[in-house]
């Protein structure tokens, strides 16, 4: 039976109600962003006056008749902010009968006479409930100047920082208008509490919730389908330890990423439906063991991998292939797009080392021969499922399905042999620019700033360029051989001059703070030796640059 009443604040968090956040919700993930604005709609609202009370929005609860503890499956972070709200309120009221209004919302005082234990209102996720009760919940924690502990998840960080956030709002409200607050928030504030007895109808209800766009994610979703599988409540609270902890490691988009790359590799098809529909209708009619062994034999590895492709971390391969590997994840990890994920992920879970460099190197050449090609995302990964296949099946079919057809090679040859700065969007040609300097460079650069594409003959020559005639500059300007990677800085700085004044510029010895330093990418450096930009200057340089990235990619 499904139950649904309009209540109060006081009232949802009184006495007739102690909320657990159970193990398979996620974690609690409102910034402090999101915990101002609540307080500004709470103070917006009070003084508009309205007639009608003001709603917060729904909460839906577990909850058995006759008993009071009710788990809640969707409002968490709403009922999680809102005690911590109470709290700080409570921490900064002067008049008893104020702390203690507030202080029934958040926290239960022991009482031998009545039977009573020390408890709080609602008991956080049970890898943040010691921290957000000693830290936020017990009377004057909010008061102090740091957390009973130093946080050790992302969700007890949001935690303090909010109660910080909002204590420093709170705090610049005059005592009269924060007490009309406190009147308002416990009283005039009103939620939609829909309370059932079965985990499945909750779990409906939260699906559909997530239908209609509510904050909740896929992997939300799939985690509470997967873990209803589970009867026995321990095993399902540490199924759900595993989970949290996998979201933790990747964080919560990678890990929801490394959901979609399992479906892809396991389906070899695009998505038509969302990601969570796909899972719930794969695991309709499992039980726990099917679950389980989901669990501990596909996502527990895939996990492990997935972590280290992140991270280009290849210490796990032996120490004569390490290299090869970091090289060619480089070169993969700069194509514009990410389809090739499940096929690098595929490779690392079944091949062994020496067939996993050299599949992981024509890989490279294939995406990056693809975002030549210009093929869209349905060819992409028509082209990736049939290396997917051969990794199941037959892994002597690996080489065919990774060989360029003579149309493809065709079309991105011509593309990096072409006006490449004119064919594709400026970050593609950085992102080939990057791939380049990677191979000319004796030690490639990692530079964290942003970098730029700088056109050694401008695109809009000024005096000094009159050596270039009109059909040259076309063939020129927009070509891979004309083209050089540069900080923001030192691009703005190089500008439209003549190449003599460029050379200074990429050397350090401009006039300005950003000029004054020498470049550090390769394909700069490599001018130092280029006296004059010509011509042919320009046909060495470029068959040179194309010549290396043919050879990489196969071409």
Same mark, same amino acid.
């Given at each position: 039976m499904i139950t649904a009443s309009?209540?109060? =604040?006081?009232? /949802?968090?009184?006495?007739?109600?102690? *909320?657990? #956040?159970?193990?398979?919700?996620? +974690?609690?993930?409102?910034?402090?962003?999101?915990? $101002?604005?609540?307080? =500004?709609?709470l103070l917006e609202a009070m003084d508009a006056n309205y007639d009608e009370p003001y709603f917060l929005g729904s909460i839906v609860l577990i909850k058995p008749e006759g008993e009071t503890v009710g788990q809640v499956v969707d409002g968490q972070q709403r009922l999680t902010t809102l005690t911590i709200l109470g709290a700080v309120l409570r921490d900064l009221a002067v008049i008893p009968n104020e702390k203690n209004a507030l202080d029934s919302i958040v926290y239960i005082r022991p009482n031998p006479f009545l039977n009573q234990k020390e408890a709080v209102r609602v008991r956080a996720h049970e890898d943040d409930r010691l921290f957000f009760r000693e830290s936020i919940q017990t009377p004057d924690a909010t008061a102090k100047s740091e957390p009973s502990g130093t946080p050790k998840t992302e969700a007890q960080a949001h935690m303090w920082k909010n109660a910080q956030a909002l204590r420093k709002m709170v705090s610049e409200l005059n005592e009269q208008r924060r007490q009309g607050l406190v009147g308002?928030?416990?009283?005039?504030?009103?939620? =939609?509490?829909?309370?059932?007895?079965?985990?499945?109808?909750?779990?409906? #209800?939260?699906?559909?919730?997530?239908?209609?766009?509510?904050?909740?994610?896929?992997?939300?979703? #799939?985690?509470?389908?997967?873990?209803?599988?589970? +009867? &026995?409540?321990?095993?399902? %609270?540490?199924?759900?330890?595993?989970? %949290?902890?996998?979201?933790?490691?990747?964080?919560r988009q990678e890990f929801e990423s490394l959901l979609e790359t399992l479906r892809f590799i396991r389906e070899e098809r695009k998505n038509t439906q969302t990601l969570s529909d796909a899972y719930s209708a794969r695991f309709k009619n499992a039980d726990a063991k099917g679950v389980r062994e989901f669990f501990e034999s596909e996502l527990a590895p895939a996990k492990e991998q997935y972590a280290?492709?992140?991270?280009? &971390?290849?210490? !796990?391969? +032996?120490?004569d292939v390490q290299a090869a590997a970091a090289e060619a994840l480089a070169g993969l990890e700069l194509v514009p797009n990410k389809d090739w994920v499940p096929v690098a992920l595929a490779s690392f879970m079944t091949l062994k080392p020496a067939e996993l460099i050299t599949t992981l190197e024509r890989l490279e050449g294939l995406a990056w021969a693809m975002q030549l090609a210009r093929r869209y995302d349905t060819q992409r990964?028509?082209?990736? /499922? &049939? =290396?997917?296949?051969?990794?199941? @099946? &037959? *892994?002597?079919?690996?080489?065919?399905?990774? @060989?360029?057809? @003579?149309?493809?090679?065709a079309e991105a040859n011509d593309a990096l $042999?072409?006006?490449?700065?004119? !064919?594709? +969007? @400026?970050?593609? /040609?950085?992102?080939?620019?990057e791939r380049l300097d990677r191979l000319l460079a004796e030690q490639p650069v990692e530079w964290t700033g942003q970098k730029t594409v700088e056109h050694i003959l401008p695109q809009n020559p000024n005096a000094g360029w009159e050596h270039f005639g009109e059909e040259q500059r076309l063939l020129v300007t927009h070509s891979l051989g004309n083209l050089v990677l540069l900080t923001s800085r030192k691009n703005s700085g190089a500008s439209n001059l003549p190449y003599a004044e460029k050379l200074k510029v990429y050397f350090g010895l401009g006039q300005t703070a950003s000029t !004054?330093? %020498?470049?550090?990418?390769?394909?700069?450096?490599?001018?130092?030796?280029?006296t004059t930009w010509t011509a042919e200057a320009f046909k060495e340089r470029h068959a040179r640059h194309v010549t290396l990235l043919r050879k990489r990619w196969g071409l």
């Open positions: 309009e209540q109060t =604040v006081y009232d /949802v968090l009184g006495d007739r109600y102690l *909320h657990e #956040i159970p193990p398979y919700q996620r +974690p609690y993930a409102w910034t402090e962003e999101e915990a $101002q604005q609540l307080l =500004v709609d308002f928030l416990l009283k005039r504030c009103v939620l =939609v509490v829909v309370t059932t007895e079965s985990r499945a109808a909750a779990l409906r #209800i939260f699906k559909v919730l997530n239908d209609r766009g509510l904050d909740l994610s896929n992997a939300d979703v #799939i985690k509470a389908e997967l873990l209803a599988k589970f +009867p &026995d409540q321990d095993e399902m %609270r540490f199924q759900a330890r595993r989970w %949290r902890e996998y979201e933790n490691d990747l964080g280290r492709l992140l991270e280009k &971390d290849v210490s !796990k391969l +032996p120490s990964m028509g082209r990736y /499922v &049939d =290396v997917l296949k051969a990794l199941r @099946t &037959d *892994h002597s079919l690996l080489g065919a399905s990774l @060989t360029l057809t @003579t149309e493809e090679a $042999q072409g006006a490449l700065y004119a !064919k594709f +969007p @400026t970050r593609v /040609v950085r992102a080939m620019l !004054k330093k %020498r470049a550090t990418y390769a394909s700069a450096q490599e001018l130092a030796h280029v």
